[in-house]
């Protein structure tokens, strides 16, 4: 089945080292999104490569970068984890065409921060 | 005012039930809405998309008023499986954001517990 996949599901690092966080997707859809979302709350979208344009949100500290070396795989790195970056982050994929907005999502990494 | 805004609940109902959630959300130029459901600690997962007609899939009716900027969505005959938080998801318009009309605002979730 075409899917979201991310890696790994739990991960847990110390407070200022660095982490990545993998995601592949078999939908070949051309957009994929990181989000960040912290309990009770809506999904925060951090940035998104539309192909290979690379997105950036205003309020996306520099803290956190995105690599997306090919359609399947992207990547986000936490160059500094702090306490607050603790949190679930979210990839997800869609096509950029009327009528297809809708996006599908992996399951997710929780990281935890020590 | 926020982008899209819910009931955050809980609404907590007994099985078989019906029951109905509320959105709002304040970009006139949106042209595309879903109902999202996530379980706890899981990912959201795309539930229906909504159309200008309103629409149904089995127990679950949304429906769309653009005047109002008002979706709705009404779980009939309530299961336990049902309970999840209901996110209201509505597309961006470039226009007036910036943002790819392709990129979506989620609304905070609505919280639905069935009870046995």
């Known amino acids: 089945d075409a899917m979201v996949i991310q890696n790994p599901r739990y991960q847990v690092t110390q407070f200022g080292k660095p982490v990545t966080l993998s995601c592949s997707q078999t939908?070949?859809?051309?957009?994929m999104y990181w989000y960040q979302q912290k309990s009770s709350q809506a999904p925060k979208l951090l940035f998104h490569?539309?192909?290979?344009?690379?997105?950036n949100e205003a309020d996306t500290p520099d803290n956190f970068q995105s690599r997306r070396p090919n359609t399947s795989f992207c990547f986000l790195d936490i160059r500094s984890p702090g306490l607050g970056d603790a949190a679930m982050y979210l990839c997800?994929?869609?096509?950029?065409?009327?009528?297809?907005?809708?996006?599908?999502f992996g399951p997710g990494t929780r990281l935890t921060v020590t | 005012r926020k982008e899209v805004e819910q009931d955050p609940g809980p609404f907590n109902v007994p099985e078989g039930a019906t029951v109905a959630f509320n959105c709002t959300y304040s970009?006139?130029?949106?042209?595309?809405f879903f109902w999202y459901r996530q379980d706890c600690r899981k990912e959201p997962k795309l539930l229906m998309s909504?159309?200008?007609s309103g629409n149904e899939d089995g127990r679950f009716t949304a429906q769309l008023n653009r005047a109002s900027q008002y979706i709705s969505l009404l779980i009939r005959d309530s299961k336990l499986s049902d309970s999840a938080t209901y996110l209201c998801?509505?597309?961006?318009?470039?226009?007036?954001?910036?943002?790819?009309?392709?990129?979506?605002?989620f609304g905070k979730g609505t919280k639905l517990s069935v009870i046995p």
């Open positions: 970009n006139s130029a949106s042209q595309s």
């Open positions: 490569y539309y192909d290979k344009d690379f997105n």
């Open positions: 939908l070949n859809h051309n957009v």
């Open positions: 909504v159309y200008s």
């Open positions: 997800a994929t869609s096509r950029a065409y009327a009528g297809a907005y809708e996006q599908y």
């Open positions: 998801v509505v597309n961006t318009d470039g226009r007036y954001s910036g943002a790819g009309s392709y990129q979506l605002t």
